[in-house]
């Protein structure tokens, strides 16, 4: 099956501080997403995307399909935004959405 | 607040309870999943729903049982768990499941159910 690895494993950032994740991915997909666990376990959808580039204030995201990656950015980072961030793609319709291991970001003030 | 709601929060069991979770969509959504999350393993999908239609199973055991009565609603019936059943478990909805996969099926996620089996 498709493999997705994330890297870091684990970051410690100081607030006001920038980031950036990645997702590596092992076969062509359809969709791509990438979600916030916050530390109560909810999971919170922030980008569908399968190709291209989004923002979402401090939030920027972008895939490269060909290549078979998508990279997270997070600007300014601030304490609420720990938690593990997951990728999550799927390679056709009707197959399961295949997360990876998550990257854990802890923010300190 | 995603639009999908889960109860039990947090359900504490021993391995010859029976209980169900319990999650609710109020995105008019046509597609619910149930997804398991253990410790230090990636999420792990159990059951998808189609249009109130089981459409995968991903080898899920039979002491856990599915039920969609509507497209807003999504049972997990458990009985006689065991202690390694201990997991946050998580649904998610989506517009439907298409087979084309598209933006459609970009999936909102519950707040989860955090359950340990004694």
């Known amino acids: 099956g498709i493999q997705v690895e994330q890297s870091p494993p684990d970051l410690i950032l100081q607030e006001g501080a920038n980031s950036t994740l990645r997702c590596n991915f092992s076969d062509s997909v359809n969709n791509l997403q990438w979600f916030h666990q916050n530390p109560w376990g909810q999971l919170i959808n922030l980008f569908y995307i399968p190709s291209g580039t989004k923002q979402n204030g401090r939030l920027s995201a972008t895939t490269v399909a060909t290549e078979r990656y998508s990279l997270l950015y997070i600007s300014s980072s601030q304490t609420t935004d720990s938690g593990v961030y997951f990728c999550a793609v799927e390679i056709a319709g009707n197959t399961p959405l295949v997360f990876g291991k998550g990257t854990r970001l802890s923010v300190i003030a | 607040e995603t639009g999908v709601t889960q109860t039990p929060r947090h359900l504490v069991m021993g391995m010859t309870n029976k209980k169900s979770l319990k999650c609710e969509q109020h995105l008019g959504h046509n597609a619910m999943y149930w997804y398991k999350q253990s410790a230090k393993k990636p999420l792990e999908l159990m059951f998808v729903y189609n249009f109130k239609e089981q459409t995968e199973n991903n080898s899920v055991p039979s002491r856990f049982s599915p039920e969609c009565p509507n497209s807003s609603h999504l049972f997990l019936h458990l009985h006689t768990l065991q202690p390694e059943d201990s997991a946050l478990y998580l649904c998610?909805?989506?517009?439907?499941?298409?087979?084309?996969?598209?933006?459609?099926?970009?999936?909102?996620f519950g707040p989860g159910t955090r359950l340990l089996v004694l």
């Open positions: 998610a909805s989506s517009q439907e499941r298409s087979a084309l996969g598209s933006y459609q099926e970009t999936q909102y």
